[in-house]
């Protein structure tokens, strides 16, 4: 391993720029002529739109145009679409409703657009927003996605009949319904998975610009895959043609997937800024980011669990109903399905699951995927599940899931994930070592002398990431496919640029994705630049969620770096008059092995690109591109240990431990691996213990800012203690996992297993706000 | 926000000049409350006249037992100011738990008196000291300064000069912060003045903002214990409920920050 | 409108705005200094601290106009030309920033800790409790604490 190379702690190259101020966001760009976007939303969760006032509006100082949704419609704008088909286990496609970028007949949940002010100034913007007077059609609505299933709900859309979107199922039910019949013991629970909102710090922004003489659009927006963005809006929106539509997605302020799913405000900047004929700049404020920005999460599930009389598990049967909001977003339908029910096998041999999925619209925000996206739900199932038959067989919880952990790797689950590589033994070893397991009782008897109740619980997760193989998704109903674009640019002078359709919005690639230039070739991080996020620049590319980026982008990259590698190869050994096969590259130079003769990297460069002097026939240049499509999902796993001290007076938990032991693969950067999961950790323990979207039975927000929506603070949380322990995924070059998701995962369930150990009951729902847990303690 | 005039005034005088010239106008202090109700347009103000900048209005004096706090003191210098630490330092340790660092350098103790926050932390500290709030135009107890939520007892045209009290024998403060706005859900401001008496005063719970507590009050004067403080009943029907919290778990908030309140002050 | 002047990072300015203009407006639209941000509408993110007459406070939450006449410093003047402060320097140097959004939010904050508390004083305690009014979503704030407590020790 080099000090640049692949595993180094290389420090990042994009932190000069945002430590000093210089980053470029959004909202950070502006144009001459710029004029700003203030949306009309409505106040009401269900509601008929009888008509639109706009002529106060019209009329106030600085306003170029009030437009609504039947202009939006007139000019041919597309409605927004699910791209993952679900068909219901009665062969019947799923029902997606229709929706307008700006709602025509009606509105569907609070936040929902109405109509748009174009205005020189935000203020004069807002003004005039507050100008419009939209006649509503209050209509009752629904909330609650059980309620909205009941015979006598609201119907949001007309061909979505009873709210229902899909009933799916996966698995052999009557295999499994055979399993607890015969079983020694079942463990049954009903788990709610509580809904959130992602709050990446950097709210929504999107710049349109329309250049009448070319006849041509740029936005530049907050995405964290912006070629899809432009299909999108292409393919579907009618709003540009791909060629006449450039999307730039500039530094990026985190999106944890919020950032993944075109938003209605994107089209409707892009469509206003060729009407009104003015550049076009929205950037939401944090209320319209809790009010709009797609959701995550909200189940409610049941879940059976059954062992024979050894302790082994013989059969997992799960119900779930999954609140997709009032509209399906772009990739909702696949998170509570092929997302989540497909690790339903946990780390563990389950000869038979089966589960049942209804997805159900509400009077509330669009639900997608956020940081894990199904599978921290799929997690929070199976280890509340695993924890409490431990307590139910009076087994050690980490004894009952070695018992069961599978061992032998291919595995194939009975749903869907074959299992290429792990070792689950391995890290939950590491995990009990770290956390000193076996002293907990002594910690817990130190802290009764204090008055405060210690508890200690585990998670033991697997995922899926790398996603994914795209004939494999193409089967399951993804409308694209999931391979990854790189080029390798060598310049004359041999310094190198990446482009890559990943998107770095915090991920560190600048720097992880230079490592691999440095690690096959010598060359400084300095001397490579990456570049990404403009769809002039980049080739298409697929962008930045599910972990993708290294186990798919970086696959990419390898694969475009060894046709460089074997085409510099070709010309030192024309120049060299030597074979290709003795041929090394190592420390920026370029060697034949075992002599003394040798060539520098950038003269080897130059050769290429003067093509004065190359092998017969030898095209000149050094530039490669590559598409990489994977073989398989990755999985990583690991296993979390959380203990907490609870205050018995006010129900106030702090988490004094948190041990993480992963297995991710390869790891490119120790440091930004570590990062990662200390930013998933603090989301998961977020979800468990604070954070929740909490509507009302009128579908007003209640939970629509930061006064009342609870976010992580420094002083919330511990510092973590994380490890990595790689099994190489067979499945890519590099052989990794992926990282970015597992904290979010494998946490929650810990913490919730540590509360409910300390406090002694099991009843106990996230998040585990103090109230919450001083009610369950006094219960 | 709205648009709105800003003024700068350097004396009182000036200041009551200048609102008496505008059709809604509303003293300045740091702005910590004032300009985020603005921003959200739930507020607002034809002019801002700020106060901050009058230098009598400025500082904490401590003499023989009265302590004065100028009414532009900022909860920081409040938190930091040694004096005060002697004669009161569970006023320090109030003022130095109020929302965050930058709120603290720029939140006065004036502009918190007189917005009366339900859940802010100072109508506590002055209800519970028998404090005097020193106007432009009088003195008024605190008992009859706090008047409801949100609603105070002074005019419009009437500016807080400065909050004075007699330091007590002794003094806590206690608080159960709300998770997300870390503004209290409960907070319990004790107080034992040389006579013995007791001043119990409860911030954040209450559904019409800050109360004292007389049960609290006489059990203490009899036991200055946590347990006669927490052992007190709370009763959850004058107890806010929302999102964060039900009735009974602020009922049971205000019995062990009381508790607690007592055990800080020694 | 009136004219609003003020010294930032160490140069006189001033342009003619709004009185309701907030001072993060007033440096990002007028004075082009996008590096102090905004991430919030009530108060609590803290990704739009900056230095006013040596104190860190919130620029979202203060006029302009009531910082006229102040010394005002932002992310941009930290660094003492091309050399960074070392807060700066250990933020980088401890991966104490992702998506970088918060960053100058929180550099600015803990520059104003470190001179508060002294570089010896600061103890993870207390930083995280100093940290009350920064959100940041990506790092879990483990690499910022440890950026901190770097900078404080090199700080002394």
């Known amino acids: 391993m080099g000090v640049e190379g692949i595993g180094a702690r290389v420090t990042r190259k994009e932190d000069q720029r945002f430590i000093t101020g210089k980053g470029r966001y959004t909202d950070d760009f502006s144009v001459t002529g710029m004029h700003h976007a203030v949306f009309v939303r409505s106040p009401h969760a269900h509601a008929a739109i009888k008509g639109i006032d706009k002529s106060k509006a019209e009329k106030m100082p600085g306003v170029v145009a009030v437009l609504d949704g039947q202009q939006l419609t007139g000019d041919g704008i597309g409605n927004l679409i699910c791209g993952w088909m679900i068909h219901s286990k009665d062969g019947s496609p799923m029902n997606m409703g229709a929706w307008s970028a700006l709602a025509t007949e009606k509105v569907r949940y609070v936040g929902d657009a109405a109509a748009v002010v174009i205005a020189e100034t935000p203020a004069q913007a807002k003004a005039a927003a507050e100008a419009v007077k939209v006649d509503y059609g209050e209509l009752p609505a629904v909330s609650d996605a059980s309620k909205a299933l009941e015979s006598s709900a609201p119907q949001l859309h007309d061909n979505a009949a009873g709210n229902l979107i899909y009933d799916w199922e996966i698995g052999e039910a009557d295999e499994v319904d055979k399993a607890i019949a015969g079983a020694a013991h079942v463990t049954e629970m009903e788990i709610t998975n509580n809904r959130l909102v992602p709050n990446a710090m950097e709210p929504r922004a999107a710049l349109a610009q329309y250049d009448t003489a070319e006849d041509h659009f740029t936005l530049h927006t907050t995405s964290q895959n912006p070629h899809v963005a432009r299909l999108v809006l292409s393919a579907f929106y009618q709003v540009a043609p791909e060629h006449k539509l450039r999307v730039i997605a500039p530094d990026v302020g985190g999106g944890f997937g919020s950032k993944i799913y075109i938003y209605p405000e994107e089209i409707v900047c892009l469509w206003a800024a060729k009407r009104t004929g003015v550049p076009v700049k929205w950037t939401a404020d944090r209320m319209e980011s809790f009010l709009t920005d797609a959701h995550g999460r909200d189940h409610v599930s049941t879940a059976k669990m059954a062992f024979d009389k050894d302790n082994r598990i013989v059969g997992f049967k799960v119900d779930t109903i999954a609140n997709l909001g009032a509209y399906m977003s772009l990739f909702s339908s696949c998170v509570p399905t092929y997302l989540y029910a497909t690790l339903l096998s946990g780390q563990y041999a389950i000869p038979a699951i089966h589960a049942n999925v209804r997805a159900v619209y509400t009077n509330t925000a669009p639900v997608d995927a956020y940081r894990g996206a199904g599978r921290p739900e799929a997690c929070f199932l199976i280890e509340r599940v695993m924890e409490t038959a431990a307590r139910e067989l009076g087994v050690d919880p980490a004894e009952l899931r070695r018992t069961n952990f599978i061992g032998e790797f291919p595995h194939q689950t009975p749903v869907i994930m074959a299992y290429d590589a792990g070792d689950f033994g391995a890290t939950l070893d590491a995990a009990l070592e770290a956390a000193d397991y076996a002293g907990f009782a002594k910690r817990k008897a130190e802290a009764e002398g204090r008055g405060r109740k210690r508890g200690i619980g585990l998670s033991c997760y697997i995922e899926a990431c790398g996603i994914a193989p795209s004939a494999a998704v193409g089967s399951l109903g993804a409308g694209v496919g999931l391979w990854e674009s790189a080029e390798v640019r060598v310049n004359p002078v041999g310094t190198v640029e990446i482009l890559t359709g990943s998107h770095s919005h915090g991920q560190g690639h600048e720097t992880t994705f230079a490592q691999l230039v440095n690690d096959r070739f010598g060359l400084p991080t300095d001397n490579v630049q990456v570049v990404h996020g403009d769809t002039d620049k980049v080739q298409f590319g697929m962008g930045t969620y599910g972990s993708r980026s290294g186990a798919v982008g970086m696959s990419a990259i390898v694969k475009a770096l060894d046709k460089v590698e074997a085409k510099a190869k070709t010309i030192a050994a024309h120049l060299l008059e030597a074979d290709a096969g003795d041929i090394v590259i190592e420390d920026g130079e370029v060697k034949v092995a075992g002599t003394d003769k040798k060539l520098g990297w950038h003269e080897v460069c130059l050769a290429a690109y003067t093509g004065h002097n190359l092998p017969e026939g030898m095209e000149p240049g050094l530039k490669e591109g590559a598409f990489y499509d994977p073989a398989n999902f990755t999985f990583p796993a690991g296993a979390y240990i959380c203990e907490v001290e609870v205050d018995p007076a006010t129900g106030q938990t702090e988490v004094v431990q948190f041990v993480a032991a992963d297995d991710f693969g390869r790891i490119i950067n120790p440091m930004i691996v570590e990062g990662q999961v200390h930013g998933g950790v603090a989301q998961g323990l977020g979800q468990a213990l604070m954070e929740n979207a909490v509507y009302d039975d009128a579908g007003q927000l209640l939970s629509a800012s930061m006064m009342d929506y609870t976010l992580p603070r420094a002083d919330d949380l511990p510092s973590f203690k994380v490890s990595t322990h790689e099994t190489i995924c067979p499945n890519n070059p590099l052989g990794m996992k992926g990282c970015g998701e597992a904290g979010a995962i494998g946490s929650p369930p810990a913490l919730i297993n540590a509360i409910t150990d300390a406090i002694g009951n099991n009843d106990l729902a996230m998040p585990a706000t103090a109230s919450r847990v001083w009610a369950a303690m006094n219960s | 926000m709205y648009e709105t005039k800003y003024h700068r005034a350097s004396s009182t005088d000036e200041a009551v000049k200048l609102i008496g010239g505008a059709d809604d106008g509303k003293f300045l202090g740091g702005g910590q409350t004032l300009i985020p109700t603005m921003k959200q347009r739930l507020a607002a103000p034809s002019d801002l006249i700020d106060v901050t900048r009058i230098e009598a209005m400025n500082g904490v004096t401590v003499d023989g037992g009265t302590v004065t706090i100028g009414a532009t003191t900022t909860h920081a210098e409040v938190a930091g100011n040694g004096d005060l630490a002697k004669a009161c330092g569970a006023v320090c340790d109030l003022a130095g738990h109020i929302g965050d660092p930058a709120v603290r350098a720029m939140g006065t103790i004036g502009g918190s008196i007189a917005n009366n926050d339900p859940a802010a932390d100072y109508p506590a500290a002055v209800l519970a000291l028998g404090a005097q709030i020193m106007t432009t135009k009088r003195t008024i107890a605190a008992d009859d300064f706090f008047a409801g939520m949100f609603e105070t007892a002074l005019e419009e045209d009437e500016i807080i000069t400065a909050v004075t009290f007699t330091a007590p024998a002794k003094a806590g403060y206690a608080k159960f912060p709300n998770p997300a706005s870390r503004y209290a859900m409960a907070g319990v401001f004790v107080a034992q003045a040389g006579d013995g008496s007791v001043r119990v005063a409860v911030t954040g719970a209450g559904s019409d903002g800050v109360f004292r507590h007389e049960g609290m009050e006489a059990a203490l004067a009899g036991d200055w214990s946590a347990a006669a403080a927490s052992g007190q009943d709370v009763d959850a029907g004058g107890m806010l409920e929302d999102i964060h919290a039900p009735a009974d778990y602020r009922a049971n908030l205000v019995k062990v920050m009381a508790g607690r309140a007592v055990e800080k002050a020694g | ?156």
């Open chain 3, 1 to 156: 409108m009136a004219t609003v002047s003020m010294t930032v990072n160490g140069k006189e300015v001033s342009a003619d705005v709004e009185d309701r203009t907030l001072l993060v407006h007033y440096l990002r639209e007028n004075l082009h200094l996008t590096g102090t941000h905004v991430g919030c509408d009530t108060s609590q993110c803290g990704a739009c601290v900056v230095h006013v007459d040596g104190k860190a406070v919130k620029s979202c939450t203060m006029l302009a106009a009531q910082a006229a006449g102040s010394d005002v410093t932002t992310i941009e003047g930290l660094a003492n030309g091309g050399d960074l402060h070392p807060v700066q320097a250990a933020f980088k140097e401890n991966h104490g920033l992702q998506c970088g959004f918060c960053t100058p939010g929180m550099i600015m904050t803990a520059v104003d800790m470190i001179n508060r508390h002294g570089g010896k004083n600061l103890d993870e305690a207390t930083i995280r409790a100093e940290l009350e009014g920064n959100l940041c979503r990506c790092t879990g704030y483990h690499n910022i604490v440890r950026s901190i407590e770097a900078a404080a020790k090199a700080m002394g």
